[in-house]
């Protein structure tokens, strides 16, 4: 069980990289609970975007966990769009999500990402 506080994660992980737009955490029902744009940024999407993007990956999160046991828990999922990249990573019930600009080094931006959750979830 994660016992941080998700507003301090959503805040660090700002600091990570200044190619980060969005960092937020979703419920198991889709909705925001912590997190928003990074300021001076708006969203891509409408607020009814938004809630259906959120609701999508909620659910498509506990989907995923019925593959648990044959495949081992989901670490992270990432998807790359044409405007922009998209990554999440389950945290218990809850699940946290960041969106990034396109021009940046994905691969070394999530291994960022997961430690500081990480050292978070065993401090």
């Known amino acids: 069980m994660l016992s941080y506080n998700l ?7 700002f600091e990570i990289n200044e ?18 744009m990074k300021k ?5 999407e409408r607020d009814d975007g938004s ?18 046991n044959v495949f081992g828990k989901v670490l992270y999922t990432f998807s790359e769009r044409e405007q922009i990249k998209l990554l999440t990573i389950p945290l218990d019930d809850n699940l946290l999500l960041v969106s990034m600009d396109k021009s940046i080094d994905h691969t ?3 291994k960022k990402i997961l430690a500081v959750v990480n050292k978070l979830a065993t401090s």
């Not at 507003?7 to 992980?13: H, V």
């Not at 001076?40 to 891509?44: A, E, Q």
């Not at 809630?51 to 648990?68: Q, S, T």
């Open 19 to 36: 190619k980060i737009r969005f960092v937020g955490i979703i419920n198991q029902m889709g909705k925001l609970i912590a997190g928003d």
């Open 108 to 110: 070394e931006l999530i």
């Open 51 to 68: 809630m259906r993007l959120y609701l999508g990956y909620a659910i498509n999160n506990v989907l995923r966990r019925d593959f648990d």
């Open 7 to 13: 507003s301090d994660l959503c805040t660090s992980l």
């Open 40 to 44: 001076g940024l708006t969203s891509m």
